[in-house]
């Protein structure tokens, strides 16, 4: 692999979170809908076609945040409905991201196991 990757992917990742950032810091958004917001970024820039060569830019840079998981759900979609007419409309996005989804939340019970919460 070519050190130049890693440089784009931390240039891509790292834009894509110094914008949330500053939505954080110089916005009433809160957390939530600027997930949200960037999920649906995500699905609207690959519904476009940027988000495809925003990939083959960044690599694993555009891939890991949000905007990487909205772009998964809207190509499931389209393959499902390219395969199975409309009814892939309403399974393919969570099919395409059914690992993702399934490691989130084994990694997020196993972490609730290992450590104990406590209030602030």
Same mark, same amino acid.
């Given at each position: 692999?070519?050190?130049?990757?890693? +440089?784009?992917?931390?240039?891509? $990742?790292?834009?894509?979170? %110094?914008?949330?950032?500053?939505?954080?810091? =110089?916005?009433?958004?809160?957390?939530? =809908?600027?997930?949200? $917001?960037?999920? *649906?970024?995500? *699905? !609207? %820039? #690959?519904?476009?076609?940027?988000?495809?060569?925003?990939? &083959? +830019?960044?690599?694993?840079? /555009?891939?890991?945040?949000?905007?990487?998981?909205?772009?998964? %759900? @809207? &190509?499931? *979609? =389209?393959? /499902?409905?390219?395969? &199975? $007419?409309?009814?892939?409309?309403?399974?393919?996005? !969570?099919?395409? @991201?059914?690992?993702?989804?399934?490691?989130?939340? !084994?990694? $997020?019970? #196993?972490?609730?196991? *290992?450590?104990?919460? =406590?209030?602030?």
């Amino acid at each position: 692999m070519d050190f130049t990757n890693y +440089i784009s992917s931390f240039i891509i $990742g790292g834009t894509l979170c %110094l914008v949330a950032q500053v939505l954080i810091d =110089r916005t009433k958004l809160t957390p939530a =809908r600027i997930l949200v $917001g960037y999920v *649906v970024a995500g *699905v !609207i %820039l #690959s519904a476009v076609g940027i988000y495809d060569k925003l990939i &083959e +830019i960044g690599k694993a840079g /555009a891939t890991v945040p949000l905007t990487g998981f909205g772009h998964t %759900l @809207a &190509e499931g *979609v =389209r393959n /499902a409905v390219d395969k &199975e $007419g409309l009814i892939g409309a309403l399974k393919g996005g !969570i099919s395409a @991201a059914s690992a993702g989804i399934t490691a989130a939340i !084994i990694f $997020g019970f #196993s972490t609730a196991l *290992v450590f104990k919460s =406590r209030m602030k």
